[in-house]
């Protein structure tokens, strides 16, 4: 596999497939784990890389597709509580506070969600 940025030619998914007020873990790349989630809040997507800002390599999901507090009011990291604000990313409560999540450059097209410019892998050697 290549370790450079490159350019998706196919979409995530398509918007109505993304539960309202739910996260969902994606692999764009196909490396064998999320690398980056999506969380809608009606109308509006919200995506981020699958790294706690707190320690570098920290996944943030207790299990698949769960990124959410238990009310789905924040991005929570299960590896230290952190919380999150879901429309900035921005950390409120936890280890990292005003530390922020990495957004990932989303657009939708055609009814189809798009990562917007070059996704670089998770994983880095």
């Given at each position: 596999m290549?370790?450079?940025?490159?350019?998706?030619?196919?979409?995530?998914?398509?918007?109505?497939?993304?539960?309202?007020?739910?996260?969902?873990?994606?692999?764009?790349?196909?490396?064998?784990?999320?690398?980056?989630?999506?969380?809608?809040?009606?109308?509006?997507?919200?995506?981020?890389?699958?790294?706690?800002?707190?320690?570098?390599?920290?996944?943030?999901?207790?299990?698949?597709?769960?990124?959410?507090n238990g009310d789905h009011s924040r991005i929570m990291c299960a590896a230290h509580g952190a919380l999150f604000r879901i429309e900035d990313g921005v950390c409120e409560i936890g280890p990292c506070i005003g530390a922020r999540l990495t957004p990932v450059p989303v657009d939708i097209r055609g009814g189809a969600l798009w990562i917007v410019g070059p996704y670089a892998p998770g994983f880095r050697r």
């Open positions: 290549s370790w450079e940025p490159r350019e998706l030619t196919e979409p995530l998914c398509r918007v109505e497939d993304l539960p309202d007020a739910r996260s969902v873990g994606f692999d764009p790349l196909g490396e064998g784990r999320d690398t980056m989630f999506v969380v809608r809040k009606g109308a509006q997507v919200h995506a981020w890389r699958n790294l706690c800002p707190h320690y570098d390599r920290a996944r943030m999901a207790w299990k698949k597709n769960e990124f959410l």
